[in-house]
């Protein structure tokens, strides 16, 4: 391509919604030029081309709606489609692990090599017991599921420039949005969205620990239409409405107002939140079992669920740490008009995909 494209869309095309951002720069000052959020409500036994079809027709149908005539956009996976992993290779040059890298990185992959697209990236290099290693990031992504956000993208009448990782792209936006001083700590982000939560451990601004973990908005439903009696697209609307009570003031309201969703809500997030916490601490541990410095100073919650009332006091006092939701577009100069608040957490993966072509092009 001679000229970098002037926009690129990012899309993050989640389990519950299409999440749409695209930035503009002019005169060095980055604005928000257009910003959507589609709510998908396919049904569970859609078979798969057919859902991939009604999501490219959405996309379609906002772009035209809004009059966005941007012609690239950026995508990205996660979940169990693509696996990250953080390992020590031996020392070599560019060539030789070109030919090499998929015998190198057949063990640290639990897909069959052949299925999935592998890009790794040396991050420095380091010793192991006397042996020179390269600090290497591979990235395995299954063909398949690159294929069908390629599908997606392509069927909305747009390119697809870039297949990202969602945890990359929130690691380009807590490089945005970190205060100036915070490089010497280590930040735990959590992206908890429909079906995964994205969690990734930044420390001096180098991303640590990467993990997806299948605990996510589906598994408050499937739980709270259990104590209600009702089903997923209730217990959706209900927790909206509804907190995680933390304090035992808030419970003992709860209990004298005969608040039954209140309560029923409450217990089904705690013990969720309960379970996703348990999965955090191993990540935690893991990433302080290798020797560093920093332990975990701030939590930053981002995804759909972020907006779960509470979940920040929650998550505070069982990490004792402070705990806040992510504004994705705090670093823009002009915040956003007529954005319902409960939108703006949700659309971290696109901000950080549409800003990840921002950036390359500089470069
Ligand atoms: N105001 C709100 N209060 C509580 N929960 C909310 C609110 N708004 C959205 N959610 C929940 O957030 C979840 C969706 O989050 P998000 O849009 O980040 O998911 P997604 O990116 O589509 O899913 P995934 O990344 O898992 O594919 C749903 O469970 C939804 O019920
Ligand atoms: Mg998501």
Redesign the pocket.
Known sequence: MMFPPKEVIGI?I????V?VVCFAEEKKVIKLKDWGYIPLAIKADTPPEEKKAIISQEIKTYLKKKGIQARYAAASI?GNAVIVRYVKLPKLSKKELALTINVEAEPFIPFDIKDVNLTYYILNETSDSGEPKMDTVLVAAKREAVQDKIDIITGAGLDPLIIDV?SFALETLYEKLAPKGETASSVLLL??????TNLSIVSQGVTRVVRDIFI???T??KTVSKMLKGDAAAA?AV??NKSVLVSDEDKAAAIEAFDRDGIAVSKAASGVLKDLCTEVSRSIDFYLSQGVEHSISRIIVS???A??GNITKFLAAEFKVPAEVMNPLAFLTEPPKNMPK?VLP?LA?AAGLALRKLKDWEE
């Open positions: 993050d989640g389990n519950y919604a999440k996660s969602d992206n908890i969205g429909q079906k995964v996510a908005g589906s408050f439903d959706d927790k909206k995804g759909g669920i907006n779960l409960d949700a993966v």
